[in-house]
């Protein structure tokens, strides 16, 4: 896919952390950025750099969101990048340990508050003519479990996959889609007796923003993770190999095939 220059971005959870690194990165390059976050001190000083704006949004709430969209819509004549950035550290402990209320309230931030920068931005992106991308921030625990007993923080991550996935197929050509996948990064996302162990954060930008530009479907940095994901899906392939129907048997009940069919036997 070709590259694309944006001339304007907005991004959540941009007052820390890598959505605030990126934000100082693409301004730098001259992109008019809007930086959304809760209120307070960070998002006042991101604010304050040079060629960054800054909107308070609580992401788990969509009026807010569309409030922000709006927003943007109103300062730019066009928004070319929207990055739905904003997410927390999860709840720790066993699963049948954990608060079910706090599970929720974590997926509120991870998974909702990305859905709802979705849902708010990629209409408006439709109605333009330009070249535009929506990119959402996942995880490498949106493909293994990275740390345990996170289950809901590992749920949530994974559930951005997908609906990023399922996303691209509903957007138009102009419009893109992708995922960005950090690995371990040194971010204030966990303590900093820990995270301080992670790839610095400016270095796993100048790693990532090209990708981004170049509007790649999956945005990667830690080479490590295709071990992990080999885990997974060496023991997946297994199963498959030795229990299912095999695919040139089995076409007949794949559901993309079936429908491919039923549409042009339609037409």
Not at 16 to 37: C, M, N, P, Y
Not at 148 to 165: C, D, F, R
Not at 207 to 218: E, G
Not at 230 to 259: F, G, I, N, W
Request: charged share 25%.
């Amino acid at each position: 896919m070709s590259e694309f220059a944006p001339r304007t971005a907005v991004i959540t959870g941009g007052a820390s952390g890598i959505g605030l690194a990126l934000a100082k990165r693409l301004a730098r390059q001259g992109t008019e950025v809007i930086v959304a976050d809760l209120p307070g001190d960070r998002l006042d000083r991101a604010g304050a750099s040079k060629g960054i704006q800054a909107h308070a949004c609580d992401v788990p709430d969509l009026s807010q969101v569309e409030a922000l969209a709006d927003a943007a819509f109103d300062t730019f004549e066009t928004v070319d990048l929207v990055i739905n950035n904003a997410g927390q550290g999860g709840v720790r402990g066993k699963l049948w340990e954990v608060d079910p209320e706090k599970a929720r309230a974590h997926f509120d931030v991870n998974f909702w508050g990305v859905w709802n920068g979705c849902k708010a931005f990629a209409p408006r992106l439709i109605e333009q003519d330009n070249e535009s991308a929506i990119y959402n921030t996942g995880s490498e625990n949106s493909f293994f479990c990275a740390v345990p007993q996170t289950a809901a923080y590992i749920a949530a991550k994974h559930a951005v996959l997908g609906m990023t996935e399922s996303l691209r197929g509903d957007l138009p050509p102009h419009v893109h889609a992708g995922l960005i996948i950090p690995g371990w990064v040194f971010t204030p996302l966990g303590p900093e007796q820990f995270m301080k162990f992670g790839m610095d954060v400016d270095e796993y930008v100048n790693r990532i923003l090209p990708q981004i530009i170049a509007r790649r479907r999956f945005v990667v940095s830690h080479g490590y993770n295709e071990v992990r994901i080999a885990e997974r899906m060496d023991e997946l392939h297994e199963s498959y190999t030795r229990y299912a129907v095999p695919a040139e048997t089995d076409a007949k009940h794949d559901v993309q095939l079936v429908m491919e069919a039923l549409r042009k036997h339609q037409a």
